[in-house]
């Protein structure tokens, strides 16, 4: 591949999935992309970077895209997320969706949907006190494959000891051949979409809770702002949700070191503002793109909060 068409093959990667692929993985995108030329009658590399080009490629544009896309993931990824997600996010969202008695999850670029099922388990091990209640998770990824692939729910041996707690294994998980099958329960308690963070998102409707981890690391500043700021629109009360990534929004914000995640959260009105925070996180809020208020008397407020995540 010469070093032009490399360049062209990066911004149409940039284009479509907002990866911003080094000056130095020309080695790694060749690796990527050399299954596909047998797919689409390509003799060289140089001729499908050609037929890229053409107006009415799309769908070569998007193999392209999906095939360099990392789709590393795994059960229980990091840990704490799941457990604030179940010991702070959740009850405060049975307190105030007492009526309606309704909750909705978002997880974004889910890949082979590893969250999503272990969000679904953590929900099932709490049946009792979520009687009467629907949780819905909506699980969303522009990988077709890794979706068809999470939609049967089917696991190696290797994939389901990355994380997954053995007792959860046993009562969730059938084995079926090499592999293991996660139940029909569980599988149904969660919806798997084919989306694009780069696209319109209004779609999917609101969401209380927001999990958007392990992907902001392969975009730019820019695209990591306006894919923050589509979060923020999609959230209803609640929180968006950010793994600790060294190059994530960190990366765009001065005030924020590495090895820090952010969680964006909206507090109800009426609450008693948080000055202190609000002086030091509200330069934050305006670089990574996401609204805020002026954090002062009843006025509905969403502030960052920086909260240091602890590795596993």
């Known amino acids: 591949m010469m070093a032009h068409e490399f360049g062209l093959v990066r911004r149409l990667l ?11 993985k020309q080695d790694l995108l060749e690796g990527k992309l050399r299954p596909l030329l047998r797919e689409f009658g390509c003799p060289t590399l140089s001729h499908l970077v050609l037929a890229m080009k053409k107006p009415d490629a799309h769908e070569l544009r998007s193999r392209v895209a999906q095939a360099v896309t990392v789709q590393e993931s795994y059960f229980y990824r990091d840990k704490v997320p799941f457990h604030y997600f179940i010991d702070v996010m959740l009850p405060r969202l049975m307190a105030r969706r007492e009526k309606e008695r309704r909750i909705r999850v978002w997880c974004a670029a889910a890949a082979m949907g590893q969250e999503p099922y272990s969000l679904a388990m953590e929900l099932a091990e709490r049946n009792g006190k979520l009687a009467g209640w629907t949780v819905e998770i909506v699980a969303t990824d522009f990988v077709e494959e890794a979706l068809s692939r999470a939609r049967k729910g089917r696991y190696s041996q290797f994939e389901v000891q990355r994380g997954l707690p053995v007792s959860l294994l046993v009562k969730y ?3 079926v051949g090499n592999a ?28 209380d809770v927001i999990f958007c981890r392990n992907v902001l690391i392969y975009f730019d500043d820019a695209t990591k702002r306006a894919v923050l700021a589509s979060l923020a629109r999609m959230a209803n009360l609640c929180w968006a949700r950010l793994r600790r990534q060294r190059a994530s929004a960190a990366s765009s914000c001065r005030s924020q070191r590495a090895n820090t995640g952010c ?39 969403i502030y960052v909060r920086m909260q240091r995540l602890v590795a596993c």
């Open 14 to 24: 940039k284009e479509h999935s907002g990866l911003n692929l080094g000056e130095d």
């Open 173 to 175: 998980f059938n084995k």
């Open 180 to 207: 293991w099958e996660i139940s029909p329960e569980i599988r149904r308690k969660v919806e798997f979409r084919v989306h694009n963070l780069l696209d319109d998102s209004r779609a999917l409707g609101r969401f």
């Open 263 to 301: 969680s964006a959260s909206r507090l109800k009105p009426g609450l008693p503002p948080r000055p202190a925070g609000a002086r030091r996180l509200r330069p934050l809020a305006k670089r990574v793109g996401l609204p805020h208020s002026r954090m002062a008397g009843r006025s509905p407020a």
